[in-house]
């Protein structure tokens, strides 16, 4: 066990699963074991009748160029200052972010296209980005129209990872750019055009399909990053660490085009940050790539991956005293490292394919069926009359009035505030007990600055009884789980948001004694009452136009406060088996916390939650009639403000088409003029021979970065042919070494600058073994393959490598010592096999950092720190009698070998005779005595 960690079980705690769920005893199975035992590997039954719906998976690559800003951490550091000398990125890829140098896993394009009975088409869209965002729909759209696909604006689903270190550079919304860099058009187009590509390759290629789903429990790779605070009235807020949406969706579909079922896709929901690691300069999907290899090898079918409670899921940090898994991992996923990262996939794609399992051998929540119904809403609405534009900061009037006054936007997004706020000073009290309807916030409009748009999106997908509903934003778990509660098809469950105060206790003289933390908060009476009805009252009406000012100030009787949510949800005739809330879909509308979240204090996730205290309601009870209407209830009524979305609609329809024609224009342009590379492509540095616990690199000439971003593998020879063993799902690395200053600069436009690529491949044992197959790289032959494009004549001309063989052997670092001789001449001795924690690498995010409970950067890939020893071997070598090899057994933690020695004789291990449970030896003699006397 590390050091200063505490081993807890894997479902340690206590917190809400999707409400609709059936069949608690699968839980039980799944994390007993017994679902492999009673379920075969299960691919789904064969339909019945003739496949009514159809379904297509396309794949584009999106790994925009080397060079760019790997996200949210790269550091702050123009392109431009390594004209002063140091590297220099000749075509611009970042402004004003810290370029990247290389990619640790490629980024993708995943589009399923469904099609119903009718003809009706839609696209779900996994993305590798950090927002989805309206206006590359828009233009991905205008693409697809020149197609045919069948897909238009209103039919995709665009669904993004969240990731935190990829490159973002397809807004016009600039407030984005301090969390990123500024709007790239070449960015643009590129990621246009690849999308397209995903959704046209999956038009292409329908296929009848069968379609089931279910939900399980996931309680090991999920954080709550919102965590437990005290109010600004002294209340308890927040979440508690155990509170969460632990239900994992699963959705299958089988190809049932042949005589038997065959995988076609996995659609899996759940909310995690992708904020796995720092600023490394490194192209990364985060946990995505090892997810998504995970899932695909397991279960013979990609996944589609997308976010669900995804505002508030996030973490563990590695802080304190970490738990630790049962199997020895430490449950730490947030700013940890690509190794960790991965092994926190694991667990997550073993649910997944748990899940997938289930929904085959007919177990799951929505039995598997051709005959499925295929819909889907697509809504603009105006923000609600009495918050009808999108804002920022929303700093708390109360605060503002005892004495801490508050400058919105001056905390990019916080509200910025001077000094602490005197809750003694009663003005605001008296305020409210006179029935002054004062605000209780004030904001900064940020239409154009964080949102595209100055509307919402809502979009709601049904898939027979499954149903995706979309608020585009970054949804709390407070909205998911309100939302799927009022969309299911189960009556009187609605969950109305996380209740502190139904835990209190009276505790004398009009106090309540409230637990928090290990801890017990005292709180009056009335700030008792008003917390818990911001959580419970019913918060129908607020909408009304005739409540458009009353609806921003929080009335001093508790009986009339609207809370967090109406209590309205769909009869079960019109309700759904498995509603699935998705966050960071269609748009971005900011965080969305709930009301009780919005008012009780200043906060990150309040500061960018964009229409006011009663967002997430407006969001859910929109949503809730789009997905009723889908089954036949009533329609969606129009806003009674509705013009001012129809003018916000044509503003950006038109801001569309113009940066459609720009951006295509740009792209083509820059494409163009990018000067030739010296050639030819070339081998230059050949990998060496490795131990696992080490790493083979190839280096090689290239194409410049502009032209160029290599696909490289590490093929395994398998008999007399070659086998694809690893691939840039993190498996292998690659990077370019740029120019320097000025002078690079000007080698490049004169085409004489050599662009030299490398790539990086790990052998090692595994912890946990499951992470690879046999827990370890095999001892063998393998090399380097590689594809990609370097200029010549004026135009990409595409180049394929492959490097000379290397071989990958066992480590040889076992070791023994404390060896003892018996009076009968037996030896023992003490093994022990400790591997390395790092290696020597040209890429500067392998290094030791010293970290004894977690090393963040040892390695890419989860190495063991050990194991123990398997097998054991004792020579007796010298005197009279011929040498001999002895088997030795454990006893009480020593190896023992009935030697017998003579005078005269020694024991010795030989080279490979130590032997632990990965094939890891020795690789000298280890002399365990000398010659007896």
Not at 332 to 347: D, K, L, M, P, S
Request: glycine share 10%; proline share 7%; net charge negative.
């Amino acid at each position: 066990m590390p050091a200063g960690a505490r081993r807890v079980g894997v479902d340690a705690g206590a917190g809400p699963v999707k409400r609709r769920r059936r069949g608690a005893w699968l839980v039980a199975l799944v994390t007993g074991g017994l679902l492999a035992a009673v379920i075969p590997t299960a691919l789904g039954t064969v339909p019945d009748a003739e496949p009514a719906v159809r379904a297509g998976v396309g794949i584009a690559d999106a790994t925009w160029h080397v060079g760019a800003g790997a996200g949210q951490y790269a550091g702050k550091e123009p392109n431009a200052t390594g004209l002063l000398g140091g590297e220099v990125d000749p075509h611009g890829h970042s402004t004003m972010q810290r370029r990247s140098y290389g990619v640790h896993s490629r980024l993708t394009y995943r589009a399923i296209v469904v099609e119903g009975a009718d003809g009706e088409r839609v696209a779900l869209i996994k993305s590798d980005a950090y927002l989805a965002q309206d206006m590359l729909l828009r233009r991905t759209a205008q693409i697809l129209a020149d197609g045919d696909s069948g897909i238009t604006h209103d039919r995709m689903l665009l669904m993004a990872s969240h990731n935190h270190s990829s490159p973002y550079y397809t807004t016009p919304a600039a407030g984005v750019w301090l969390f990123q860099d500024a709007v790239d058009l070449r960015a643009f187009e590129y990621s246009a055009r690849q999308l397209a590509a995903a959704v046209e390759q999956a038009a292409a290629d329908l296929r009848p399909m069968s379609i089931g789903a279910t939900t399980v429990e996931h309680r090991v790779y999920k954080g709550n990053i919102a965590g437990a605070t005290v109010a600004d009235d002294g209340t308890p807020a927040g979440y508690p660490d155990d509170h969460a949406d632990f239900g994992l969706s699963v959705i299958r579909f089988d190809d049932v085009s042949g005589p038997q079922p065959e995988p076609l896709a996995v659609f899996a929901n759940f909310g995690q940050h992708p904020e796995s690691l720092d600023g490394y300069d490194l192209i990364t999907a985060d946990f995505l790539a090892p997810l998504e290899r995970f899932v695909e090898r397991d279960l013979g079918a990609p996944l589609i991956f997308s976010q669900g409670d995804v505002g508030s899921a996030e973490g563990p940090y590695l802080r304190g005293d970490p738990q630790v898994l049962p199997d020895g991992v430490v449950r730490a996923w947030a700013h940890v490292g690509h190794a960790q990262t991965e092994r926190g996939a694991r667990y997550l794609a073993d649910s997944i394919g748990q899940a997938w399992r289930a929904i085959g051998a007919g177990d799951g929540v929505v039995p598997m069926s051709t005959e499925v119904p295929v819909a889907v809403a697509d809504a603009w609405i105006p923000g609600p009359v009495s918050h009808p534009y999108p804002s920022m900061s929303n700093c708390r009037t109360e605060s503002t009035v005892e004495g801490s006054p508050g400058a919105p936007i001056v905390g990019l997004p916080d509200c910025g505030r001077a000094g602490e706020s005197d809750p003694s000073n009663m003005i605001w009290e008296n305020l409210k007990a006179h029935g002054l309807p004062v605000p209780d916030h004030y904001d900064a409009p940020s239409a154009g600055s964080v949102e595209e748009n100055a509307r919402l999106r809502l979009q709601v997908v049904r898939l027979g009884e499954i149903v995706l509903a979309s608020c585009a934003c970054e949804a709390q778990m407070d909205l998911i789980l309100n939302l799927e509660s009022r969309i299911d098809n189960v009556e009187a469950n609605i969950f109305n948001g996380y209740d502190w105060g139904a835990a209190c206790s009276p505790a004398g003289d009009d106090d309540w004694a409230c637990p928090f933390q290990g801890e017990t908060l005292t709180v009056s009476d009335e700030r008792y009452q008003r917390m818990r009805a911001q959580v419970n009252n019913d918060a129908a009406g607020w909408d009304r136009p005739e409540n458009a000012v009353a609806a921003n100030s929080e009335p001093a009787d508790p009986e009339r406060i609207w809370g967090n949510f109406t209590h309205t949800e769909l009869p079960a005739g019109l309700g759904y088996a498995l509603p699935i809330g998705v966050g960071h879909a269609g748009d971005y509308n900011g965080y969305t916390v709930s009301y009780r979240e919005y008012m009780s204090r200043d906060h990150y996730r309040k500061a960018l939650t964009s229409y006011g205290p009663h967002t997430a309601d407006y969001m859910n009870t929109r949503l809730m009639a789009m997905a009723g209407s889908l089954k036949g209830g009533p329609a969606l009524e129009p806003e009674p403000h509705a013009v001012a979305g129809d003018a916000d609609e044509a503003r950006q329809e038109a801001l569309a088409r113009e940066l459609g024609i720009a951006a295509a224009t740009a792209y083509d342009a820059w494409q163009a003029g990018i000067p030739d590379d010296i050639g030819p492509a070339e081998a230059l540095e050949e990998p060496r021979d490795i131990t696992r616990f080490a790493a083979a690199t190839f280096t090689w000439r290239g194409g410049d970065n502009a032209t160029d971003n290599p696909r490289v593998t590490v093929q395994r020879r398998i008999g007399d042919g070659w086998q694809r063993y690893a691939d840039q799902t993190g498996e292998v690395q690659t990077k370019v070494a740029f120019p320097e200053g000025a002078d690079g600069l000007a080698d490049t436009y004169a085409g004489n600058h050599e662009w030299l690529w490398t790539a990086n491949f790990e052998a090692f044992s595994a912890f946990p073994a499951t992470v690879i197959d046999g827990g370890r790289v095999p001892a063998g032959e393998y090399r380097f393959v590689v594809d990609g494009d370097i200029r010549q004549d004026g135009r990409a001309v595409p180049y394929r490598l492959e490097s000379q063989p290397f071989t990958v052997s066992p480590w040889t670092g076992v070791t023994a010592d404390d060896a003892q001789v018996d009076a009968r001449g037996n030896v023992s001795f003490r093994a022990e096999s400790t591997y390395p924690r790092s290696y020597d690498s040209p890429w500067r995010y392998v290094r030791d950092d010293g970290n004894e409970t977690l090393c963040k950067t040892c390695s890419f890939r989860p190495w063991a720190s050990g194991a123990p020893i398997a097998s054991a071997a004792v020579t007796v070598i010298g005197g009279p009698r011929p040498d001999r090899t002895v088997s030795a057994r454990l006893v009480d933690g020593r190896w023992v070998a009935n030697t017998r020695l003579r005078p005269g004789e020694s024991a010795v291990i030989e080279p490979g005779d130590l032997v632990d449970q990965f094939g890891e030896r020795n690789g000298d003699r280890i002399t365990l005595t000398s010659e007896t006397g």
